[in-house]
């Protein structure tokens, strides 16, 4: 059962205007004053601090200029998806005639640019080929590509091995020696890099590159945010410039009708409706389908098409989320014997699971079981190949737990790659058994039995008369909040003076505290046991929109008796 901890903060600062929950909210993330908190572009990072920036800009440039065929190589995820569209409508903005692009098909080819993908992209003749989100990793892929004679371009966020890939230009704020201050650009945010040094290159050889790339910000902010990467300042301001577009309905169509369907306003868009809303519509395509439709509803220019897609993307996400309560289901029954032998890290599988949802089974119990979890699937029905996608806590380095393990059992991991909280992985089936003994090994040896104690990390409690609407907008337009960033949370002590249950086992409450009473809801909080009369609780303080009427209300995030 977790713990509720608050987070220690220094004083806050002077601030005029800002709420002095929001100021002690601020100081507790390390900002203390307006100044710290970057919200203009012309505050970003230079694009030529980024190594091999020049030289993909020039490649890039020369391929404009030259009218080659360029082919931008995606990868299966939200990232990877948003950062092809910003590649394939970025280069067409800066004058490119022949861009295409191409994503793998995750049971078809794999994870990246693979020799299988480099076969099936061959129709398409590309001269040049982009990576956006992969590459890193990939040597047989693009050494395949280079024996074609085509050009290859990697720009990827991904932790690198310890051997390079041949590729022509390699931009990744990651690789070792890297100059590049925020090393948390996500794969989306690395190519708009690229493509505002591209365009600089293109104004010094002479006019006409005068593409307005600020366009593209809404795709940026979404891979952002999707692909949880820490809001350092530099991700808060591509993904607040971002959400500014959104807001103000300048935004792509595929992203309005993605909006639509989600039952999501686009004038009170935060990057929480981008992650819980959006993003697992795009995500669902390349789990269950082809994210191919995805990056078709983001290139979308026609409305009704963006919207005919957008419907297609709503379908395959509520098939996923059927998928993943099933194998959540069926990880219950593994985990409960690996829990009862006191697994510091959690490795389940089954032949059945689809390969493209394990990464969020994982996540779950995850979250669950405050334990790093690797969880496995066949690659396709049958198949003696299986793909682990794992999930960490804070203080575990998954793919340096990873690289360890290959390092002690050579053979034993096919491939691998991925972050620190994150990775993905391929093995064979008569392998699992191995691999899980060598996870736990280093999971104990590296994780503290303290560590493995969830805590909720609160900003402390609020006095009744804090629990306002004022506060709550204050908050909910205080951010972006995300990953490294964190959405405050508050605890405090009610009483319990109605409840029901709604939607999909949603609980909502009459929560009390002297002498007055606010909503609260809890999020597939039924476990069918009524909640005592007293709970103490973590919760978000949000924005309740009804009806077009605004209320105060508690969403509760952890709760206990009191």
């Not at 999707?226 to 169509?253: F, H, K, S, T, Y």
């Amino acid at each position: 059962m977790p713990r509720i901890v608050r987070r220690e903060a220094p004083a806050p600062g002077e601030w005029p205007g800002v709420h002095p929950v929001l100021r002690r909210v601020y100081a507790a993330r390390g900002v203390g004053a307006p100044s710290a908190i970057p919200s203009r572009l012309a505050d970003l990072l230079p694009p030529d601090t980024l190594g091999g920036i020049d030289a993909a800009a020039r490649l890039l440039a020369e391929a404009v200029r030259t009218d080659r065929r360029i082919v931008v190589v995606g990868d299966f995820d939200c990232d990877g998806a948003t950062g092809v569209a910003v590649g394939v409508r970025g280069l067409r903005m800066l004058g490119a005639r022949h861009v295409a692009f191409q994503v793998p098909h995750r049971v078809l080819h794999g994870y990246g640019l693979t020799p299988g993908l480099v076969d099936a992209m061959e129709p398409l003749r590309p001269e040049l080929v982009v990576t956006v989100d992969n590459g890193i990793a990939c040597h047989a892929g693009i050494a395949a590509a280079k024996a074609r004679g085509w050009d290859v371009l990697v720009t990827d966020h991904h932790l690198p091995g310890p051997k390079l890939p041949p590729a022509d230009v390699i931009v990744n704020p990651n690789v070792p020696g890297d100059g590049f201050a925020s090393k948390a650009l996500a794969g989306v945010g690395v190519l708009f890099y690229v493509l505002l040094a591209t365009r600089r290159r293109l104004r010094e050889a002479g006019p006409g590159a005068d593409a307005d790339l600020s366009q593209l910000l809404d795709l940026v902010a979404v891979g952002t945010v999707a692909d949880m990467v820490p809001l350092d300042a530099n991700n808060r301001i591509l993904v607040a410039a971002g959400l500014r577009r959104l807001r103000e309905g300048r935004c792509q169509p595929g992203l309005r009708a993605l909006a639509d369907v989600a039952g999501r306003r686009l004038d009170r868009l935060v990057a929480n409706d981008i992650g819980y809303a959006i993003a697992p519509r795009i995500n669902a395509a390349g789990r269950l389908e082809d994210m191919a439709i995805g990056i078709e509803c983001l290139l979308a220019d026609d409305p009704s098409r963006a919207a005919e897609l957008a419907r297609v993307l709503d379908a395959i996400n509520r098939e996923r989320r059927g998928v993943q309560e099933d194998m959540l289901d069926d990880a219950g029954r593994c985990m409960a014997v690996e829990l009862a032998d006191g697994a510091a890290g959690v490795c389940v599988h089954d032949a059945l699971w689809h390969p493209g949802v394990v990464g969020l089974v994982a996540g779950k119990l995850k979250e669950r079981l405050h334990r790093p979890v690797v969880a496995f699937a066949p690659s396709a029905p049958g198949s003696d190949e299986w793909r682990g996608s794992a999930r960490s806590i804070p203080g575990f380095h998954v793919r340096d737990a990873l690289a360890e393990i290959d390092a002690a059992h050579p053979g034993l991991i096919q491939r691998f790659g991925g972050h620190a909280m994150a990775a993905g992985l391929g093995l064979r089936e008569a392998d699992l058994a191995a691999f899980a003994e060598a996870f736990q090994a280093v999971a104990r040896a590296r994780i503290a039995p303290e560590s493995l104690d969830a805590t909720v990390l609160s900003d402390g409690e609020l006095g009744a008369d804090e629990v306002s609407l004022d506060l709550a907008q204050q908050l909910r337009w205080g951010g972006p909040w995300g990953q490294g960033f964190p959405e405050p949370l508050f605890d405090g002590e009610f009483g319990v003076a109605s409840w029901r249950v709604v939607g999909e086992r949603h609980l909502k409450f009459q929560l009390e505290r002297d002498g007055r009473r606010v909503e609260g809801i809890e999020f597939g909080g039924w476990n069918e046991t009524p909640p005592p009369a007293a709970v103490r609780i973590a919760y978000r303080l949000d924005v309740n929109e009804w009806r077009d009427t605004c209320s105060v209300q508690l969403v509760v995030v952890h709760r206990e008796p009191a």
